[in-house]
């Protein structure tokens, strides 16, 4: 069985216990002993890697701004990693980058909330890790949204 609940795809297997057709048709089943669910994402999102400088108006975490990479980008955030870190969950960030859209490139600075934050260290990383972050968008303006929606629309087919 597969069903949609609110923000969330959900998977099951199951019998049928009974079956009734009066008055209407319906079925009985068995209680799952196993139950997979999903979150579906807000927007689309699509594969990057835009070098992006990362500030904050909080004097945390070292000298600002810092350096980082947009790995995916959607219309309402993105996934970046970095080598140091950008701050703990629900800090805020200025995330300045470019885009191309249209055959026209623009430095954009997005507000943004860390929603989520890993440390990767796997060998391949090297010693120090790096700093993967989650970030959603706050407060854009029309022109950013529209900036951001050409991006992904030319680039989610490729």
């Given amino acids: 069985v597969r069903l949609l609940v609110g923000k969330q795809v959900c998977a ?3 019998r049928v ?3 009734s057709i009066q008055p ?3 079925y009985h089943l068995v209680y799952p002993e196993e139950i997979t669910a999903l979150q579906i994402r807000n927007s689309e999102r699509v594969t990057t890697n835009i070098e992006a400088e990362i500030d904050s108006d909080f ?3 070292g000298e600002w701004p810092k350096p980082a990479y947009i790995d995916n980008l959607s219309k ?3 996934r970046m ?3 140091q870190s950008l701050g703990e969950k629900g800090h805020e960030l200025l995330v300045s980058f470019e885009l191309s859209a249209s055959g026209v490139t623009k430095r954009i600075c997005l507000p943004s909330i860390i929603r989520n934050i890993e440390l990767n260290t796997d060998e391949e990383v090297g ?3 790096r700093y993967i972050v989650g970030i959603q968008f706050v407060n854009l303006t029309d022109e950013y949204v529209l900036t951001l929606s ?3 629309y030319e680039n989610e087919r490729r």
Avoid: L, N, V
């Fill in 127 to 129: 010693e120090e890790g």
């Fill in 59 to 61: 004097d945390i975490f």
């Fill in 17 to 19: 216990a009974y079956r």
């Fill in 76 to 78: 309402t955030g993105a």
């Fill in 150 to 152: 050409s991006y992904i």
């Fill in 12 to 14: 099951f297997e199951t």
């Fill in 81 to 83: 990693s970095s080598p």
């Fill in 24 to 26: 209407y048709s319906y």
